[in-house]
């Protein structure tokens, strides 16, 4: 009689898996595949071809393993049970370097050496072709050295001892912002600082390159709500951030046209940007290769060469407040051969060379 009762529940169990999986089988066939995984900000892998070399060589499989994932029925729900075991049933500190605490969601991101030394002589490569010019640089710290978990990660000493001491950088001002921001200054759930949270990151910047910013004509406003990038990398439900900007009316925005080569105006603050996939795009636009931002109420005709990442897309219009222009000149989608086109370097003007740890660990990205 037990041995009766063990059957039938092993078939009921075999029957129960098979429902499952084959209920999973028919989900995916019928379920179409998404154009982009929203949550994760990125386009979905493809199904790979199937050729004799592809088996052969075992890229099929490999490739078939991402796109199979990506393409699973209820990804994201079964993402979010995923984190909530991670970091609530047993208690980790991180989930793929991934990290949790009262100040938001961040991720630990060990320095490249090998990176921030090319990145270093990048800089003296662009630098030499910048005849009077003042040049200042600066690493932007990655928000994990704020965190109480207290993880590897980003060193920013390792970070400035390496880029300081390359041979020829003592020709150029190094400056700090390690203490001029705290875990506060950063979106909780982005990696980007908070726009009206850096007026630490202008005063340090403004010691030793002999400026004040003055705000007094900024008036802070607030555009809406969004969810940052690590918001759907975690798959937790960790709340929004608030996007609050400075306005200043004397602002003028020039963008380059990539398709046409050719220069037109655009807003300082790009209010369609904030229903986007990347709501810091709100801020000059997102991602352009040259921008020249304007101050109409300036009392100086200086210039500012502003060699960037993302993050200085919103602290530009702030800086603009202490030049007559702050030219934003992105390497990643433009060379220096290019950017002769279409501005003339001032002499006895600054150039900042401004980069957060998406360049300092990728600098072979830089056309330069």
């Not at 996939?277 to 636009?285: C, G, N, Q």
Request: charged letters at 20%; hydrophobic letters at 40%.
């Amino acid at each position: 009689m037990e041995y009766k009762y063990s059957n039938i529940r092993a078939k009921l169990i075999l029957a129960v898996l098979i429902i499952i999986l084959g209920g999973f089988f028919m989900l995916n066939l019928v379920i179409p595949p998404q154009e982009i995984l929203l949550s994760e900000r990125r386009v979905p892998a493809r199904a790979p071809p199937f050729t004799a070399q592809t088996v052969i060589s075992a890229e099929f499989m490999d490739r078939f393993e991402d796109y199979a994932a990506d393409k699973f029925p209820f990804r994201d729900s079964f993402r979010t049970i995923s984190s909530v075991m991670v970091f609530r049933i047993f208690m980790q500190t991180d989930k793929n370097g991934l990290y949790m605490d009262s100040a938001g969601a961040g991720e630990f991101k060990p320095i490249d050496p090998d990176s921030v030394l090319q990145l270093a002589e990048k800089i003296q490569n662009i630098s030499a072709a910048l005849d009077d010019i003042n040049i200042y640089y600066a690493c932007i710290p990655d928000k994990s050295i704020y965190s109480n978990k207290n993880l590897p990660g980003y060193d920013p000493k390792l970070a400035e001892k390496l880029i300081t001491q390359a041979s020829g950088m003592d020709e150029y001002t190094f400056i700090s912002l390690e203490d001029a921001l705290d875990a506060g200054s950063y979106y909780r759930t982005d990696l980007h600082w908070d726009q009206v949270k850096t007026k630490g990151v202008l005063d340090a910047l403004g010691a030793p390159m002999g400026f004040n910013a003055d705000l007094n004509r900024y008036k802070e406003e607030y555009a809406g709500e969004f969810k940052g990038v690590y918001s759907g990398q975690l798959a937790l439900p960790i709340g929004t951030d608030s996007m609050n900007f400075l306005s200043n009316p004397a602002l003028f925005a020039t963008y380059l046209n990539e398709m046409t080569m050719e220069l037109a105006p655009g807003p300082v603050y790009d209010h369609e940007r904030l229903s986007g996939l990347d709501a810091y795009d709100f801020f000059l636009s997102g991602a352009q290769p040259l921008i020249i931002l304007e101050n109409g109420d300036s009392d100086t005709d200086k210039e500012l060469y502003l060699f960037r990442d993302s993050f200085s897309s919103s602290l530009a219009p702030l800086l603009a407040s202490a030049y007559s222009k702050v030219i934003l000149i992105d390497l990643r989608y433009i060379d220096m051969r290019a950017i002769s086109r279409f501005i003339e370097f001032k002499p006895g003007s600054d150039a900042l060379f401004l980069y957060s740890t998406q360049v300092l660990n990728n600098s072979a990205i830089l056309r330069a």
